[in-house]
């Protein structure tokens, strides 16, 4: 399933932005169909449902002290066609959501183009913001107050989006049970209680997947590429101080469908695609062990940018009623009897009713 298709040249967003196609309904639910499997880096295995794939797995751990699940000695992962819910579902800023105890102090500390905010969420709840500003080009993730005690481990480049149709959603969702059940099992012999995912399906913010943005010197970096920002905020002496190095980011392809063609792009770009663009994430579950418990994840691997959904199809749903026959009394009746009078036509409720218009007003306002 490996991505590196293309040389190692980075095309500018806009020509992404270019050669990217206008997706139909029926395009996506072909690519939908396409790209929903469970592989390895060889390609898909075909013919079998996850639960039977995943019951042939075994569970292996790696050098990152994690533990993942194979067969025949291959890493198992899985391919699932997803939307971002918002422009913000992406943490992919230079650094991800990386930053240093001395930058809460004060924004004389932050380096250029960084800056952290505190905002108040509801009364007396608080929570921050960093943003991060290169040229034209702006990122913002949210950050809490125990992201500034000095602990690495935390910080991440992730998604969060959700399955582009039915056949996504229920594909996924079985491959999500069947993972939990053998990390379940595989807990059970480690004698730890599994804590489930923190993100399941009906959670808001399934899917999610991520990638530290840090790892021990020790740990063999994640599949990828350099960030083009590669030691944005002059951090790199400190972390080292610490036995850390910066890892790499997902490799990103878009996929010029007219051309048959893979084009590089950066992974610091795609939230630029806005939530119309389709996504063909490259995952991998993951378990570990905290606090004597067992937990798992997904590992964002790699990601191909397979189109845009078309205009119609990624705004809102437009109004979409039936008419149905009114009833009417006549409020003039002393007696208010049952005599039900006919429903006036549109105009004369149009003409008697100024309430009436202006509810018609702003109906037809909203649905333009």
Not at 214 to 221: E, R
């Amino acid at each position: 399933m490996s991505l590196s298709t293309v040389d190692d040249d980075i095309y500018d967003f806009e020509i992404i932005d270019a050669a990217l196609t206008s997706l139909s309904e029926k395009q996506i639910k072909a690519l939908a169909k396409q790209t929903s499997f469970i592989g390895t880096k060889d390609g898909r295995l075909d013919g079998h449902s996850p639960a039977a794939i995943l019951d042939k797995a075994v569970v292996s751990r790696d050098q990152d002290e994690g533990y993942y699940l194979e067969i025949k000695g291959d890493r198992l992962e899985i391919s699932v066609t997803v939307c971002p819910k918002s422009n913000y579902s992406w943490k992919n800023g230079p650094e991800g959501n990386l930053v240093l105890r001395k930058w809460k102090d004060s924004l004389i500390h932050c380096p250029p183009g960084i800056t952290v905010q505190k905002f108040e969420v509801e009364r007396g709840k608080w929570q921050w913001k960093k943003i991060v500003e290169q040229g034209d080009k702006k990122w913002e993730s949210l950050i809490w107050d125990s992201d500034f005690d000095g602990k690495l481990r935390p910080f991440e480049y992730a998604v969060s989006a959700q399955p582009v149709d039915e056949v996504a959603r229920k594909f996924i969702t079985a491959s999500f049970e069947a993972i939990e059940n053998k990390f379940s099992t595989h807990a059970s012999t480690l004698k730890k209680e599994l804590k489930n995912n923190k993100f399941p399906p009906g959670n808001k913010m399934f899917l999610f997947a991520k990638r530290p943005v840090v790892i021990l010197n020790s740990i063999p970096l994640d599949e990828g590429r350099a960030s083009e920002f590669f030691n944005f905020s002059g951090s790199s002496e400190h972390l080292a101080e610490m036995d850390f190095r910066f890892n790499r980011v997902p490799e990103v392809l878009a996929i010029d469908q007219k051309n048959k063609a893979e084009l590089a792009m950066s992974f610091h770009d795609v939230h630029l695609l806005g939530n119309q663009a389709v996504f063909q994430l490259i995952i991998s579950p993951r378990a570990y062990v905290h606090a004597d418990k067992m937990s798992w994840e997904f590992r964002l691997i790699a990601i191909k940018v397979l189109g845009k959904k078309q205009l119609e199809i990624a705004q809102s749903p437009t109004k979409q009623v039936q008419r149905r026959k009114a009833t009417f009394i006549d409020l003039d009746d002393e007696e208010c009897d049952e005599s039900l009078t006919p429903s006036p036509s549109k105009k004369q409720k149009l003409a008697n009713s100024p309430s009436s218009s202006s509810r018609s007003s702003s109906t037809l306002s909203n649905t333009t």
